[in-house]
C-alpha cells in the first residue's frame, strides 16, 4: 500500500474530490522518508539562488527506496508535491532526487538537461544496478 489514509480522508474521496492541501499531507503523513527527501531538495534549491538542487545519497534501506519510488512514480502524488511547492520534480536511479524552478535563468534547459537520455547514462555506476 502506498498511502496509509485515515478514514475521514476515505471518505471524502469517496463522496467527491480532495483538496491538495489534505492529500499532501496524507503524503508527508504516510511516507515521511519521501517527505524529508523532497522537502530538502526543495529547500536547498531554494537557498541556492541557481534554480536546482538534487539528493544524491541512497536511501538507508529498501523501505525508504520504496517510499521515494512511490512518491514519485505516483502521477497525482508527484503532481501534488510540485504543486505544493511549486518546482518542477525530477528522478534518477531510485533516489537522486532533483527539485527545479522553471522560472529561474536557465531552468527549463537545466531541467532537460537532467531528464534526457544522456543524463540518465552518465549517472550510471555499477553499484546502482540493482537498485
Known amino acids: 500500500m502506498s498511502l496509509t489514509v485515515d478514514d475521514r480522508l476515505l471518505e471524502k474521496a469517496r463522496q467527491g ?13 504516510s ?7 523532497v522537502t530538502g531538495v526543495v529547500a536547498r534549491m531554494r537557498d541556492g539562488g541557481i ?5 544524491q545519497t541512497p536511501p538507508p534501506d529498501e523501505q525508504a527506496r520504496g517510499q521515494l519510488l512511490r512518491v514519485l512514480a505516483s502521477d497525482s502524488m ?4 510540485e504543486r505544493h511547492f511549486g518546482v518542477r520534480l ?6 537522486r532526487v532533483a ?6 535563468e536557465g531552468g527549463i534547459a537545466r531541467y532537460e ?3 534526457s537520455p544522456r ?4 549517472n550510471q555506476s555499477p553499484e546502482l544496478v540493482d537498485c
Open 17 to 29: 474530490e480532495v483538496d491538495d492541501a489534505s492529500f499532501v499531507a496524507c503524503v508527508r503523513d
Open 31 to 37: 511516507l515521511p522518508y519521501a517527505w524529508e527527501v
Open 51 to 55: 534554480g536546482f538542487a538534487d539528493n
Open 78 to 81: 508527484r503532481g501534488a508535491l
Open 90 to 95: 525530477a528522478f534518477q536511479n531510485c533516489h
Open 99 to 104: 527539485a527545479f524552478d522553471l522560472a529561474a
Open 113 to 115: 538537461k537532467f531528464i
Open 119 to 122: 543524463a540518465q547514462l552518465l
